[in-house]
């Protein structure tokens, strides 16, 4: 359950007093910031690459996955990457077995001016991951991130359930649903929004009101995608669990971030996982539960170390396979570790220079260090891959 800590009021209140919900922020701009690179890459590679073949003899009957496997497979940074090392990335990753790909959007940065809009990030990342390396689709658009509101500039003041709000959503959700068809399997619709909404009370309701607007029409365009808003566990198995239960009885699947942290970005127990999967399963007993972010820091300062967070990532998939096939989507983050050098900056950013718990969260979630060398969550996350069924290259 969610800890005190994890009330919200303020940004540097927020990221300061909760382990759970501080990630939301950074994991967003990072799955951003990876897209961006990913579309440069498509467009020198696209053509040029095509997809591996692999395949093997079993002996007796094959294990099944529980569902789609995603890793968020940025390039090791040191030395400097070039585009073949995002491409090869892609491929360790899909040789693992991934075959998920997360790409998310702040609403902001889709429609620069009322009507003005630019998907040449969106084009770029269905092309690659739709055609050069395919992939289950998992897309995010963000009216809400964790704890700003990403509306155009000039709707900052209008209220979610405002006509013109939902006009505007509207004709964003035409534009890109033309680009989405056979595509896009699953679309979040705000991320981790009830540490956003928790802090504006006053909000839930036009909130609600815009998001089943934004259901109904995506329903009406391609029925096919399935749609959600995602929330933090601590979130919507604590203090939001209010708020979360009723936007999600809109929704066609449950979405959730699980990082198992305490205050202080200290790690809780790799073996919470146990229980904590039950509790999102319980949060609703039909609907699949898709977990878009799914991560454990290995630095000491937090109590944590490279064997704690392999035996996270064991305990993931074990308690994955128990799930009943009830999870058809669990991506993890990350592949490699952000340098000190990005994790000042992004302090900075944040509101919390100099904080050496901050950094070390973000600088030890890889599965792989920097210079490439791989931390045995590595070797776990492959090994565990192929005992449940996943596809290997």
């Known amino acids: 359950m969610a800890s005190a800590g994890e009330s919200v009021c303020c940004r540097s209140r927020v990221l300061l007093a909760t382990g759970m919900r501080q ?46 496997l995603s890793v968020v497979s940025n390039p090791r940074p040191v030395p400097p ?46 092309d690659f991951h739709g055609i050069a390396r395919p992939s289950t689709i998992y897309a995010g658009i963000q009216p809400i991130n964790t704890i700003p509101r990403e509306v155009p500039a000039d709707l900052d ?8 709000m939902l006009a505007r959503f509207r004709n964003l959700l035409d534009q890109l649903l033309t680009l989405f ?103 609703d007993p039909v609907k699949p539960i898709l977990l878009q972010e799914v991560g454990y820091p290995a630095a000491a300062l937090l109590g944590s170390s490279d064997s704690r967070q392999a035996d996270f990532v064991r305990n993931v998939f074990e308690a994955w396979r128990n799930s009943g096939m009830r999870i058809p989507f669990l991506s993890f983050f990350l592949m490699h570790d952000f340098t000190p050098e ?25 599965l792989r260090r920097t210079d490439g060398s791989a931390r045995p969550a590595w070797q776990a996350l492959v090994d565990e891959a192929r005992i449940s069924g996943f596809p290997v290259e």
């Open 181 to 283: 068809a056979g595509r896009v399997t699953y679309l979040s619709i705000g991320n981790e929004v009830d540490v956003y909404l928790e802090a504006h009370p006053e909000e839930v309701t036009a909130y609600r009101a815009f998001y089943a607007a934004a259901v109904a029409y995506v329903h009406s365009r391609d029925p096919a995608i399935k749609v959600g808003v995602t929330a933090t566990f601590g979130g919507a198995t604590g203090s939001a669990g209010m708020i979360m239960s009723d936007l999600n009885q809109l929704s066609d699947v449950i979405m959730i971030t699980y990082y198992p942290l305490g205050a202080g970005f200290a790690v809780r127990d790799p073996g919470v996982v146990a229980s904590d999967f039950p509790l999102m399963l319980g949060l």
């Open 81 to 126: 990457p070039v585009p073949q090392d995002y491409l090869d990335a892609v491929d360790m990753g899909r040789s693992a077995g991934s075959r998920g790909a997360i790409v998310t959007w702040r609403w902001s940065d889709l429609e620069t001016a009322p009507g003005v809009y630019d998907f040449s990030d969106v084009v770029g990342n269905l």
């Open 342 to 366: 990005l994790c000042d900056v992004l302090g900075d950013y944040y509101g919390l220079p100099g904080s050496e718990a901050f950094k070390a969260y973000l600088c030890t979630l890889g």
């Open 23 to 68: 990630q939301g922020l950074i994991m967003n701009e990072r799955l951003r910031a990876t897209g961006r690179l990913i579309l440069l890459l498509a467009a020198v590679l696209l053509w040029a690459c095509g997809g591996g073949g692999g395949g093997g003899s079993v002996v007796g009957p094959a294990p099944v996955a529980p569902g789609t």
């Open 157 to 164: 003041g209008v209220a979610f359930d405002d006509p013109q």
